[in-house]
């Protein structure tokens, strides 16, 4: 079975810090650009952070620069988000997406992923 699963959500406290992983299983990871997502209650799905399949291109949206990292380790077949700093309003759950592009990457919500894990959870609150 071919999927995404995300993991390492969890209830934070403003400044904290959370790393999310993103493991594939059934496919094999690097043939694939990467980007993370989330959505909070009431609103769209934005795109966060993506990363290209060997990881020379990376992207962050301007509201997590500088706080969030996105990295890869396709020998294990995973990607992981460190999110630092953590605030309120980067509560929602947050999903990986697979889409199989070379030279880039995408945080486009919008755009034609191949594969999307179900989420995890992030709440930041005190």
């Known amino acids: 079975q071919l999927q995404l699963v995300e993991s390492g959500g969890g209830l934070v406290q403003p400044g904290g810090s959370l790393r999310l992983s993103c493991i594939a299983s059934g496919f094999t990871l690097d043939y694939y650009a990467i980007g993370w997502f989330r959505q909070a209650p009431g609103k769209e799905r934005e795109g966060v952070s993506c990363?290209?399949?060997?990881?020379?291109?990376?992207k962050n949206a301007s509201s997590v620069k500088g706080r969030f990292t996105i990295s890869r380790d396709n020998a294990k077949n995973t990607v992981y988000l460190q999110m630092n700093s953590l605030k309120s309003e980067d509560t929602a759950v947050y999903y990986c997406a697979a889409v199989r592009i070379s030279g880039t990457c995408t945080t486009d919500a919008r755009y034609g992923m191949d594969y999307w894990g179900k989420g995890t959870l992030v709440t930041v609150s005190s």
């Open positions: 990363i290209s399949r060997y990881g020379g291109i990376t």
